[in-house]
Structures are given as C-alpha cells and as structure tokens.
C-alpha cells in the first residue's frame, strides 16, 4: 500500500557529455546526510550515478581535460533541486559549462 508522509526517491543523477574531451568532476547533494558523488565521463558518453535517495542537487562541478590543459567548467548550482538530467557543453572556444538539460516535450 505505500506509506503516507514517506518521500519518493528522486531519480540517479545523469550527466551527458556532449564535448569532445573526458571530464571529471562532483555532484553535491544539500545534506550532510547525502554523500557527495565523483564522476568521470568520456566523451559522448552519460555518467549515471547509482542512487540518490531524496538529496536535493545544490553544484556540479566539471573539469573538462583538453589538449590545451585542464579547463574548469562554469558549474551548475542551485539552492537544491530534484532534477536528475544535466549536461556538459562547450559554449565557446575553452568555454564549458554544466547545464540542466530540459526535457523538449511539451505538455498538454
């Protein structure tokens, strides 16, 4: 039957790469109760983390290894939010940043 009051888990963290260059990084979660994730993504590929429970999503960080050096991506923050989808893009020459990646459907 469920419980009343209980909160839903939100979905895994993913994050898409969309450069051409591996990036590392940190997912980091509101409360000290949740553990902070690491991530390593090679490009073109999503990195999925493997649970979350109900922490709220506050920075993600990236650091995106180039031939020119190690570039540090402008990160995502929020003051806490449940969205799981992000992505890394390049928004300029040695530019990246890491976005929320918003779902094109629209709702009816």
Known sequence: MGCRG??????PVQI??????????????????CSDDNYNVQRDETWTATSRGVCLVT?????????SGNI??????SSGTSFSKFA??????????????VNSKRRV
């Open 72 to 77: 540090t991506a402008e990160p995502y923050t």
């Open 88 to 101: 890394i893009i390049q928004v300029g020459v040695n530019k990246f940043q890491v976005t929320r990646v």
């Open 16 to 33: 898409v790469n969309s450069t051409s260059f591996n990036v590392s990084g940190k997912v980091e979660y509101a409360s000290f109760l």
């Open 6 to 11: 209980c909160k839903k888990a939100y979905p």
């Open 59 to 67: 920075r993600i960080t990236a650091t995106v290894k180039t031939p």
